[in-house]
């Protein structure tokens, strides 16, 4: 059974909010340096500088009113931001004009460590100052830092399909022959556009990995649910078997590749999603509320019923999203129209699919303020009897 959320907190507690606070900064920094290089932004390169800096000073004000000793607090999450930031400042270490480091190394490495650990620490001092408010979750709030990733990742993928840039890096695992961290940053950050949202895409694959890799480690440690710690193991399986697709995809040039790397990525959101739902407050409040006896079991098995046909006819509106979005050059006006369609049939049954799922919910007593839950209570009537 699960894990009370003041347990869960003790047992993720002490220095656990470092990792979640410094992938909270990073993903968030890089947030600001994707959507600022995006054509219909196009910000000066000291405009998106000053907004990943904002960013640091926010989550470093953000860790003093929650963290004892504000200050080096704030230090430590500045310097694991920078130090995660390496994955792209890597890309200062060499040129294209000439081989081996650039001189630059010298100075960016150390400069950004401490540069970044200055602005948190410093934000943090400020935030410290009055009484300190109840902190996160630290498990859940690194949950919502893999949600954020994730969704990033999926739209940058979307960028990748909508421009065509599948295929602006010809190798892989290498971009162009560099380590694909070391790759110089002039070329892609500052090239041509098909090349950042490519090269950015391969990037911010790796970072929702490393996320991946500690959420396992955080949800072994802190869940005793074992279907909470396989849901984990593949939020890891499944973002590893998409960068693998991704590279296999640019290697053989294979459409049927990016029809699955492209059915995939939702999928790989979905379950994020999913994990953070059942890893919530909300989750664990309702689980209670079904084995004291609040909420009606039959209901209960109706919703996960509904829940399971929404799940399947909404993956297969993206296996047929996927079939248009690449469809085969030669294919027939006949082909495309069926396909078209089917999408919008299908669009039809999600729209009342989704209408009947909230009709439900509102029957069987569960206050989720209006808002349709696409995942709901999913085995929690047999947990009813519950074991812990």
Known sequence: MCLEEKEMHVRFSGGGWLVPLGFA???SMWAVAYVGRLPVIMAPSWLVGL???LVVAMWGWRTGTWIEGALVAGAKVGLMAALLNM???GSFLSSSEQPGLVPSALWWIPGSLVVTALIAAAAAHVGGFGAKREPPVWA???SKVALGATFLLVVAGGLVTSNESGLAVVDWPNSYGYNMFLYPIETWLFGPFDLLVEHGHRLL????GMIAIVLVAVTFKCETRKSVRWLAVAILLLVIAQGVLGGVRVLLDARSMAKIHGCLGPAFFATVVGYCVVTSRWWI????QVRSGILRRNATSTLTTIALLM?????GQLVIGALLRHIAVDASPVQYKILILMHIAIAVVIAFGTFWQWIFSRKSCFQTTGIPVAILVLD???EAGGKK
């Open 25 to 27: 900064t990073t993903v």
């Open 51 to 53: 907004g990943m800096l």
């Open 87 to 89: 994955l792209i400042l």
């Open 140 to 142: 859940g709030l690194l």
């Open 205 to 208: 694959g790796s970072l929702a």
């Open 285 to 288: 409040r309702t689980g209670e």
């Open 311 to 315: 799940l399947i006819v909404s993956f």
């Open 380 to 382: 929690r009537s047999r």
